[in-house]
């Protein structure tokens, strides 16, 4: 009797495994770790530009991670297209956001009015030119471990170890933030870990969301300040 049940757990645990990899290889399967209301809305209106960051699955992962109220103060770095802004505004956040790149701002600024959402969009390097105080910092980070050039690769380079401007958009957080606010990044496996860990060490953080890829796992991290 020991044999027929040894071959049917290991048939449904072939065929569990099996449907969890074809998720993985479309990029679709993610493991919710918290309350994740905001949902993609796919009626949203995005124009692109080939030297802006489009929508891509961090983007998405992001948007499905962010548990955000009516009336909440939202601050988005590195806001590209303006995908994760345009979903705050549309879940009743009051937005900022910006970017280093003069034609992301612009994309962001079309966008938003192509959808008649309304936010505060500047050209900032991190928080250089932002004003006030937020409940919420976004920043889908430039988080590969790589040094590459021109106006796209800001977007996905994060020099060596992978952290890019973290450093300095934790560094200043405090001075941006209402008390009891948060960060909310995208992180990757491909980061350096220990230099990520180190970064994190004295901080509150929990996981919101996963998404396990081929090459990587992203995850969205809140960091309480």
């Not at 770790?33 to 802006?52: S, Y």
């Not at 992301?104 to 030119?129: G, H, I, M, Q």
Request: aromatic residues 10%; hydrophobic residues 40%.
């Amino acid at each position: 009797m020991f044999y027929p049940y040894y071959y049917l757990f290991y048939l449904v645990f072939y065929l569990f495994y099996l449907e969890k990899i074809k998720k993985m290889a479309f990029g679709i399967i993610s493991v919710h770790l918290h309350r994740l209301p905001m949902k993609c809305d796919p009626t949203l209106i995005v124009e692109r530009d080939d030297d802006v960051y489009p929508p891509s699955d961090d983007s998405f992962l992001l948007i499905g991670s962010l548990d955000v109220r009516r009336g909440e103060r939202v601050l988005e770095i590195g806001c590209g297209s303006g995908i994760v802004s345009m979903h705050c505004a549309l879940n009743g956040c009051i937005v900022t956001c910006g970017d280093i790149s003069r034609k992301a701002v612009a994309l962001t600024k079309r966008n938003l009015e192509l959808n008649s959402l309304s936010a505060t969009v500047a050209e900032t390097d991190l928080y250089s030119d932002i004003q006030g105080r937020f409940d919420t910092i976004i920043f889908n980070l430039p988080y590969l471990p790589v040094k590459e050039e021109g106006d796209l690769a800001l977007a996905w380079s994060g020099g060596e170890d992978g952290l890019g401007p973290l450093p300095g958009l934790i560094s200043g957080a405090r001075d941006h933030l209402l008390p009891g606010g948060r960060l909310v990044i995208v992180v990757s496996s491909l980061m350096d870990q220990d230099a990520l860990g180190s970064l994190l060490s004295g901080y509150e953080t929990r996981v919101l969301s996963e998404l396990p890829l081929f090459f990587e796992k992203l995850s969205v991290l809140e960091i309480i300040l």
